[in-house]
């Protein structure tokens, strides 16, 4: 008995461990078409393909991309950005992080009608570089391209980067906040652990027209310090996690008007499965939790969620 239940044990672990690398089922579509506001499609096909339910090919407005030479023979942006058309999700935000990156996103939004870009170097990237300013200038560069309609993720990052390398991200970070200003582009925020002083900065340079908070995660004040100034605040899988009651409270005080929805693809994949691959096509899981969560009708916040997304970044097409 006691061997049968060992073997059974295992079996459930190594199943366990296999499906961490897969994509989830797919969820039921939302009723309205919504944007993904901040995904990585380059490390989500970089590092686990495309999310399976479509053999390539070009979705509407599409005309191959830069793993392949057009539709039809596996591209595998191609394929994500149809599975997650056919969720609901017809409109993605590709943010780049790092001079690399940034080029590779601003190419791939002008081969798709679906994708737009953002550009920036991550605040964790700032104290790596050797030349910073000379990465700022290339980034810049990027931010005159058309189809690149925001500057970010750039911000604040104090659990990853220590004291001694504070002093470069505030420095790249008010040099994107100018950046943005200069091209009228959206500012999209990585903040983490570092809520008052990514104020204190958007206060001191003044903040642009356009701010996203990405991957909201501060509590109920917070968001209202943020709702007061006229940021919008996007929300990621990490709302649906049991331990994000503050989180839940934040949504709750902020009004739909000033709303995003995100996966942070291939990351932080909402509940009920948290630690395998995310993409795209799973954000209708985030979108009605949010609605339950803060009592708003689905259609309604869907509506809310599109309107705002090209109030952020402009038509996609």
Known sequence: ?????????????????????????????????????????????????????????????????????GAGDGDPVAAALAVAADAGVDRLVQVGVDVASSEWSADVADRYAAVLATVALHPNEAPRLADLDEALRRIEA??????????????????????????????????????????????????????????????????PDTVVMHCFSGDADFARACVRRGHLLSFAGTVTFGSAAALREAAAVTPPEQMLVETDAPYLTPMPYRGRPNASYLIPLTVRFLADTTGTDLESLCAALSTNGERAFGPWR
Request: avoid cysteine; charged fraction near 30%; charge should be negative.
């Open 142 to 207: 990027l931010a005159g391209r058309d189809r690149v309609r925001g500057i970010g993720e750039t911000g604040m990052d104090f659990f990853r980067t220590g004291e001694a390398g504070r002093a470069a991200q505030e420095e790249s970070f008010r040099a994107h906040i100018a950046i943005a200003k200069r091209h009228r582009k959206a500012l999209v925020i990585h903040d983490r652990d570092a809520h008052a002083d990514v104020l204190r900065i958007l206060d001191d340079e003044g903040a």
């Open 1 to 69: 008995m006691l061997a049968a239940m060992t073997e059974q044990t295992e079996t459930r672990k190594q199943r366990a461990a296999r499906r961490a690398g897969e994509f989830p089922p797919a969820p039921e579509p939302l009723p309205v078409p919504v944007p993904d506001s901040h995904t990585h499609l380059d490390i989500t096909v970089g590092e686990y393909g495309a999310p399976p339910g479509v053999d390539g090919g070009s979705p509407p407005g599409g005309d191959g991309g830069p793993f392949s030479g």
